[in-house]
């Protein structure tokens, strides 16, 4: 028999939920799905691992390095299998083809775990779980709004409070890499500059305005201001007026909402086109929530929101349940009597002399006794 050790380690970024967080996440966990379910959200289960050319043709690959899968071999086939860092992925790919015959727009949710192979600035994990919604097929504008909208219910609902979001415009490097060489010296202190924010490496003058899109950050309000006193190219200016005239619908539609914007932050996105955001609690800087738009493999427009249980955990506060400790031999229409919503009754599988004194050592808040007398354990022992 192997012994096992009691310092014994997991991997870097993977854990164990003990009772009381795995609760919290499975109750919010719930709280989510039910909303999305009330919105026409359907609950769509995807494979854990997949093989490495099926991955390999979706078109929203993630655009980091630090979103790549981990791999391994098929024993009988020898083929190489993924093991899913995502889902919206796999979601997008479903849409265009096994469900490319249902009426749209549709809109699908999901719940799984996913692994990563390395962890990156906004999840310290490499195994969480997500739960997801995409719409697909409907009108862009109208689209982005209700998953905003999914996003505003869902944080009241879980009341986490002093939230923002955070837009940017994750394709802005791939257009840059058509006048950039992101490989030549000059191009990578380019390239570091706008992934480090970082204007003062920028020395060419004829780069100007890459530091003007650096610049282009803070309050929504800001970002525009800075973006209307500057001059760019014209495909880069027509992306960026697109770009804030959709935050101006949003917020005009959501006065209420706080947004903030980072051009330059689409590293850490999927290969979303127009529109990239994260949700952040400014309590904790946590990112609670990341989405976007995107093209699946058929042209359609699909866009949605993934929620990061993992990163929700700490900003969620459930309701207290009572615990109540109910003594051997408790009748069962005398338990019924005391049931109420938010209590939670452990009854004593064998006789115990001692169950005022362990009630009140295991913090219950209340004692249910056979004779139908129901307590605190602080009283009961007092009066003994």
């Not at 229409?333 to 452990?346: D, M």
Request: hydrophobic share 35%; net charge positive.
């Amino acid at each position: 028999m192997i012994k096992s050790k009691k310092n014994e380690l997991l991997p870097e970024g993977l854990k164990v939920l003990f009772p009381e967080e795995a609760t919290k996440e499975e109750l919010l966990s719930r709280k989510i799905l039910d909303i999305l379910f009330q919105y026409g959200y359907l609950l769509i289960k995807t494979p854990l691992m997949e093989y490495q050319y099926n991955y390999n043709l979706s078109i929203l690959q993630p655009q980091s390095i630090k979103h790549e899968p981990f791999i391994l071999m098929e024993p009988e086939t020898k083929k190489i299998l993924v093991i899913r860092p995502d889902i919206t992925p796999q979601i997008a790919k479903l849409a265009s083809t096994k469900l490319a015959h249902v009426k749209r727009p549709i809109r699908l949710t999901y719940s799984g775990e996913v692994l990563r192979n390395i962890k990156n600035f906004y999840q310290s994990d490499r195994q969480f779980k997500q739960i997801g919604a995409e719409l697909i097929g409907s009108p862009y504008n109208i689209g982005l709004q209700e998953i905003i909208t999914l996003i505003k219910v869902i944080i009241k609902d879980l009341k986490i409070k002093n939230t923002t979001i955070d837009f940017a415009l994750p394709s802005l490097m791939k257009i840059l890499e058509n006048s950039i060489n992101f490989r030549r010296a000059e191009g990578k202190i380019i390239k570091n500059a706008i992934e480090n924010k970082n204007t003062n490496l920028i020395k060419n003058k004829k780069f100007e305005y890459i530091k003007k899109i650096i610049e282009c950050s803070g309050t929504l309000k800001n970002a525009k201001n800075k973006f209307i006193q500057s001059k760019f190219p014209i495909k880069i200016k027509e992306v960026l007026e697109s770009f804030f005239q959709t935050l101006d619908l949003l917020k005009k539609k959501n006065p209420d909402l706080s947004m903030t914007v980072d051009i330059t932050e689409g590293n850490s996105f999927l290969n979303y086109k127009n529109i990239g955001f994260k949700v952040y609690n400014k309590n904790s800087s946590d990112v609670i929530a990341i989405g976007g738009d995107y093209l699946l493999d058929n042209k359609e427009t699909g866009v949605g929101i993934t929620l990061i249980t993992n990163n929700i955990i700490n900003s969620f506060k459930d309701i207290k349940k009572t615990k109540i400790y109910v003594q051997y031999g408790t009748p069962e229409l005398t338990l019924n009597k005391f049931k109420k919503k938010n209590r939670i009754f452990i009854r004593e599988l064998t006789p115990n002399k001692t169950y005022k004194i362990d009630a009140k050592i295991q913090k219950y808040d209340y004692i249910l006794d056979k004779k139908g007398s129901f307590y605190k354990p602080k009283k009961s022992i007092k009066d003994e």
